[in-house]
DNA sequence: GATGAATGAGAGTTCATTCAT
DNA sequence: TATGAATGAACTCTCATTCAT
């Protein structure tokens, strides 16, 4: 009788939960778009069913609201990210060169994929009114910083005390995320591309240089 | 002369001028405590006109609309920090010393008004969709970028090349946004405060270890 | 396909058509109603959605705005008076008579429909700030008016030029508009009713007895 | 103490008499231009206040609300309209050639000043709402009628009856305001100046044919 | 008399969400 | 499962009117 109030896992083989994951995916591809291209406010639940190409019911079958949308989004883009983070550490060689190397690899990333940042700085300003995003960052960050920590104590070459390093990490860190903000907000002719990997060292080379 | 819209300025004299200002400023004050609640797109301008004190007539007497509270509170507080940054480099002294004593500053500041932060990420994110605010992020980031350089110049000793010192301004100008960023979103038990002075002594250190 | 603004003419049936068709009439319905009771700037959305019986939201999802419910119901208007001029001339007989039945008709239907002198003058003020309800009435009078041409030169027996074809035709036309006009607007304890045909009558012996 | 709430004719020399109606004769002017330009509820107190060059309090001073000036403006306007009618029919001479020229130069006055029609039918559909507007008109229209009617019955030269002489009157009438009202909507290419005298003449000439 | 800042009820419109089919 | 028509609370902004000065 009563029809139930979202996806269905009952009876369901693989072809059910293949669909489900693809229809999900296609939804939060197009908030991805859509999202970066109006903002969380200016986007309205008809742009996202647009963009995906599903119906209005369709949505809400998979998703109970707007916000649960983007809830979800920054999960899975955390989750990316923590996974191609877990990789990084695996690479042995220099822990400053790596460290580098990371920060070259985030600052092109945001050049390839222009809406990143506006997307980024859009689903963290939403963090403020959503404990769900916000939690989800904070465990990103959380994961983040010891990684920066790992590596920079390597880096540091065990001149640096535990307290200089979390300070350098979690600058790091704050680092990265302004660097990202100023790259969506900040127009410069000029551009300031490709610096961040160079001021990476120089923090690096910093504290190497602490006795 | 005919009344069309918003405060005259024809034959105001210091009363009218001091009313002026007084009002806005009554507005803008509202404005920056229900902005820092609630979120711009939380607030509604009901919730403005409750916190002003004033009726919702005389809010759109003095402001034409939502946004341009938005857009010129923007200005105002942008306003205010380059007065102050204006005043920095007039004191003598240590350049490194210098930067890292803004540095806590800031860093105090965020502690000592907790809605800073919130409400400067909220503001940034507007920036996206509000060129005027853009216009002033970007224009305050200049003027921060530069005094960062020169302070960094002199704090390396001439140790650094002109493009690391750009790379060390911007990397800087990151950090601090970066950090109120996350003072905002990430509730960290521990807590990280004061390790803002401490990783730009650091990243100071870096710049003049350079060879 | 996505849902964007509006009913969907993607895959209509005759179903999709016919409920389509059937809350526009509702809403208009309700529309004609409530402005000849109201007036145009008088009636609130409100009171459409009471006199419709649908919600708000139903009366956006078929007409965008208040103003293009007024523009569609003076195209309905006009569409089915053009109906009724058709077929007209297709009945034989004495032009003149023909004339003066119109005009009886018209002053009956006048009476019958209390309501629609009102809502025509309504309308008509209307047009002077809405350019497609501007268009559909002069289009309306160019039909009538060269309807009145036909009918007064074969009423006219040939005596008449040209020229006072048309003009008698334009005169007919504005006393048509002036008698509802005068109907919506003026209250006479004794009445003017049924003169109009009268004055037809008239104004085709005038046609006829020029030399 | 308490401030009188309108002109005051207390201790009034004439000085102030004539302050009172020039100011209101001001405010009425700019009244008209703009409600002939925005329809009265297009046009805001603001847009009077400006076009006046008065203050808004001046405005509420002289009359005590937008719907009187509008009643005001009916008032006045109607009452030339008489005065000048009054002056008719001491002129002697032909009656029907007096009909003529009087419609000639009411098409002609249409023409001449082109906010004149426009202006009528806002007012004319303010009617509907505003009774005192619409005792106005239909007091005007009964001494209009009556004087077509005088008119009319010298015209025809005794051929026609009470009841044929009020049919045209009234038709006449009609076809006067209808012609106003064509002339502010219809927007023809080729212009329909001239012919109301012309139409006239036929009316008259079958009033005159009656056996 | 005159000014224009201030008021606040209410307007048209939007849009996240629901639900009959 | 899927659709899209329907809902209605809530929003920003307007503007006739008032009143302290």
Same mark, same amino acid.
């Given at each position: 009788?009563?029809t139930?109030?979202? *996806?269905?896992?009952?009876g ?13 995916a &296609? ?8 999202f ?6 200016? $986007?309205?639940?008809?742009?996202i ?7 209005k019911?369709?949505?809400y079958?998979? #998703? ?7 809830v ?10 923590? &996974? $191609?983070?877990?990789?990084? *550490? ?9 460290l580098?190397a990371?920060?070259?690899? #985030?600052?092109r ?12 700085l ?14 989800? #960052? ?8 010891a ?12 001149a640096a005390?535990?307290? &200089? ?23 410069? *002719? ?17 504290l190497? $240089? &602490?006795?």
């Amino acid at each position: 009788m009563g029809t139930a109030r979202g *996806p269905q896992t009952t009876g369901s083989d693989e072809r059910n939960a293949a669909r489900l994951s693809a229809r999900r995916a &296609q939804i939060l591809d197009a908030a991805t778009s859509v999202f970066a291209r109006l903002g969380y406010h200016g $986007s309205r639940m008809d742009d996202i069913v647009q963009a995906s190409g599903l119906s209005k019911g369709a949505i809400y079958w998979y #998703f109970k609201s707007k916000e649960e949308i983007a809830v979800e989004l920054v999960r899975q883009l955390l989750h990316d990210e923590e &996974q $191609s983070l877990a990789g990084e *550490p695996a690479a042995g060689g220099d822990a400053g060169a790596r460290l580098s190397a990371m920060a070259d690899d #985030f600052s092109r990333s945001l050049r390839e994929n222009p809406s990143r940042a506006p997307l980024a700085l859009e689903l963290l300003s939403l963090g403020q009114r959503i404990p769900a995003i916000k939690k989800h #960052f904070t465990d990103y960050h959380e994961t983040y910083v010891a990684l920066l920590s790992d590596l920079l104590r390597a880096a540091s070459g065990g001149a640096a005390s535990t307290q &200089q390093i979390r300070a350098g990490a979690l600058a790091l860190a704050a680092m990265v995320d302004g660097w990202a903000l100023h790259e969506a907000l900040i127009t410069t *002719p000029s551009g300031h591309r490709d610096g961040l990997g160079e001021a990476v060292g120089i923090l690096v080379a910093g504290l190497r $240089s &602490q006795v």
